[in-house]
């Protein structure tokens, strides 16, 4: 085994949990999930010897872009049959309001879910979610005034729930 086959196996040891927690946020069904990890990490070894500094980064972006891609290919709308959320149940306390907040979450963009996840639940700045996505700040921001102002809508019931940290200061961008 190389070195970059036993760091690949190491990171993919250590991280695989958080990636999948992660994908389920963003497709909200535990099999898409997994395919979207599966197919985030055959990337990541693909292009693994070109990996300079931290890897972690580099994964979660190619995690993005494909959940952002697979969700802009997908034609037939797929009904999750199950719940993941053993992780997202815990961290979440109320499962009614998990609930609320996964079928909240499925109304909006790919992009906009991106961003919501990246921000709120990976606790990243809009900095960092920019540079996960490969996208501006600005667009960051307007996703997250989007995403909020669509969660808010949808889902009234949850507006005690939406951080107002997201909002840019002075309600501009």
Known sequence: MTADESTFDAFVHARTHALAR?????????????????????????????????????????????????ARQRRVREVPLGTYGDQVAARAGDP????????????????????VVLRFYEDLTEVQAAEVLGIGLGTVKSNTRQALARLRSVAPHLAEHLSPRSEPAGGSR
């Open 96 to 115: 009614d309001l998990r609930l609320s907040l996964e079928a909240a979450l499925r109304q909006l963009t790919p992009k906009q879910r991106a961003v």
């Open 22 to 70: 992660t994908a389920y946020l963003l497709v909200g069904d535990h099999h898409r999930a997994e395919d979207l990890v599966q197919t985030t990490l055959v990337k990541a070894a693909r292009a693994w010897h070109r990996i300079q500094g931290e890897p972690e980064p580099y994964v979660r972006r190619i995690l993005h872009h494909e959940h952002i891609s697979a």
